[in-house]
T-cell receptor, first 118, second 109 residues
Framework: GAVVSQHPSWVICKSGTSVKIECRSLDFQATTMFWYRQFPKQSLMLMATSNEGSKATYEQGVEKDKFLINHASLTLSTLTVTSAHPEDSSFYIC??????????????FGPGTRLTVT | GQNIDQPTEMTATEGAIVQINCTYQTSGFNGLFWYQQHAGEAPTFLSYNVLDGLEEKGRFSSFLSRSKGYSYLLLKELQMKDSASYLCAVLDSNYQLIWGAGTKLIIKP
């Protein structure tokens, strides 16, 4: 159980275009999902916390108008990178917290999406 | 501020034992996690400690001392496939995961 999927697994886009990444919890409900970014040889950096039915909470320094997050259902959150630039090239990972797990027993990670902006 | 420290890199020999340490200073504590991350992949859950003591799970064990703000991950009978980064993360008072920078473990034959 506790499987999280991401789509696409990798994407190449041109500078100035937008890219949408989907994160789904396949066998559990997730009221809270998290979006991380990881640059090569660096640790995970939390970008935002997404709560179903409400606005996402962004970490300091993350532009909410550039990284649009929509958590429309208990099993789906999307991250849209708008007007992408080469410096947005990174590994984007989502994770989900199982709403039915009681005391928040950690996060389940999706496989990640590697974004390359040319 | 919140801070989690772990060594940047460690090297060990196949078949040996290695201990990866993690010290933390966070606003509240609701548990400590260890994750394994292979290059180019997402982290996978290894262990969770919320009470003091040692949790053993096969070749991997995790220890926690809350009074010392200290944990370690012990890997026994090292295999080449254990070469990865090991991330220590603490669940703070807001149930937010605070991540360490990770320890890159290199296994040599």
């Amino acid at each position: 159980g506790a499987v999280v999927s991401q789509h696409p697994s990798w994407v190449i886009c041109k500078s100035g275009t937008s890219v949408k990444i989907e994160c789904r919890s396949l066998d559990f409900q997730a009221t809270t999902m998290f979006w991380y970014r990881q640059f090569p040889k660096q640790s995970l950096m939390l970008m935002a916390t997404s709560n179903e039915g409400s606005k996402a909470t962004y970490e300091q320094g993350v532009e909410k108008d550039k990284f649009l997050i929509n958590h429309a259902s208990l099993t789906l959150s999307t991250l849209t990178v708008t007007s992408a630039h080469p410096e947005d090239s990174s590994f984007y990972i989502c994770s989900a917290r199982d709403s039915g797990a009681g005391d928040a027993y950690g996060q389940y990670f999706g496989p990640g999406t590697r974004l390359t902006v040319t | 501020g919140q801070n989690i420290d772990q060594p940047t890199e460690m090297t060990a020999t196949e078949g040996a034992i290695v201990q990866i340490n993690c010290t933390y200073q966070t606003s509240g504590f609701n548990g400590l996690f260890w994750y394994q991350q292979h290059a180019g992949e997402a982290p996978t859950f290894l262990s969770y400690n919320v009470l003091d003591g040692l949790e053993e799970k096969g070749r991997f064990s995790s220890f926690l001392s809350r009074s010392k703000g200290y944990s370690y991950l012990l890997l026994k009978e090292l295999q080449m496939k254990d070469s990865a980064s090991y991330l220590c993360a603490v669940l703070d008072s807001n149930y937010q995961l605070i991540w360490g920078a990770g320890t890159k473990l290199i296994i040599k034959p």
